[in-house]
């Protein structure tokens, strides 16, 4: 299966700062995805993102494919930004099943 | 619309008892699956499907069974429970274009304990 690997595994910001998590997967994928996973355990989607470029609000990802990694910016981070971020690929081949790497905690202080 | 919801939200069981998690989805995805989320394992899929009357395993179907009667609904049931599946269980909804989903969404969990 598709090894998903994601940097920094802790990160820890003040406040205001910009920050930038990576994802690097083994295989060509159709489908990439961000999510945030918030400190009651839900799982917020940010990003389906298979290559390109996309932004919302203070948020940013790109993926290029063919280099197989993916980045996540968070810009002037809020205390409501801590939690959780996972990058996701899909396998289509095993029941379109969502391989999950391991994730990057984020804690942002006031 | 609503999403993906699931109840309950928490669940304490004995084991041996049996009980069903439910999931719905107001978006009219194809595509449906369960996931179950546990410290160092990350999520894992348990089952999945492609459409009403079709299901399928993922990686650890074993003291699972699913059905797909509707498009909306996608339950998950635990035969006998176990304390290996105290777990959080997260339902999942999306299109699906050819063999290749779209966004995957997901319900607000379900964390499940076994004594």
């Known amino acids: 299966g598709i090894q998903v690997e994601q940097s920094p595994p802790d990160l820890i910001l003040q406040e205001g700062a910009n920050s930038t998590l990576r994802c690097n997967f083994s295989d060509s994928v159709n489908n990439l995805q961000w999510f945030h996973q918030n400190p009651w355990g839900q799982l917020i989607n940010l990003f389906y993102i298979p290559s390109g470029t996309k932004q919302n609000g203070r948020l940013s990802a790109t993926t290029v494919a063919t280099e197989r990694y993916s980045l996540l910016y968070i810009s002037s981070s809020q205390t409501t930004d801590s939690g959780v971020y996972f990058c996701a690929v899909e396998e289509w081949a095993a029941g379109n099943k969502l391989t999950f790497g391991g994730g990057t905690r984020v804690l942002v202080k006031p | ?115």
């Open chain 2, 1 to 115: 619309n609503a999403g993906v919801t699931q109840t309950p939200k928490f669940q304490v069981l004995k084991t041996g008892q049996s009980m069903t998690l439910q999931c719905a989805q107001d978006m009219n995805h194809e595509y449906m699956s369960w996931y179950r989320q546990d410290p160092g394992m990350g999520l894992r899929l348990i089952h999945y499907s492609v459409g009403a009357g079709i299901t399928d395993q993922g990686e650890v179907p074993n003291g699972y069974n699913v059905s797909r009667s509707t498009t909306e609904d996608f339950p998950l049931r635990l035969l006998s429970a176990a304390p290996s599946q105290t777990s959080v269980y997260f339902c999942a909804s999306s299109r699906r274009q050819g063999e290749i989903t779209d966004t995957q969404y997901f319900g607000p969990g379900t964390r499940l304990t076994v004594l």
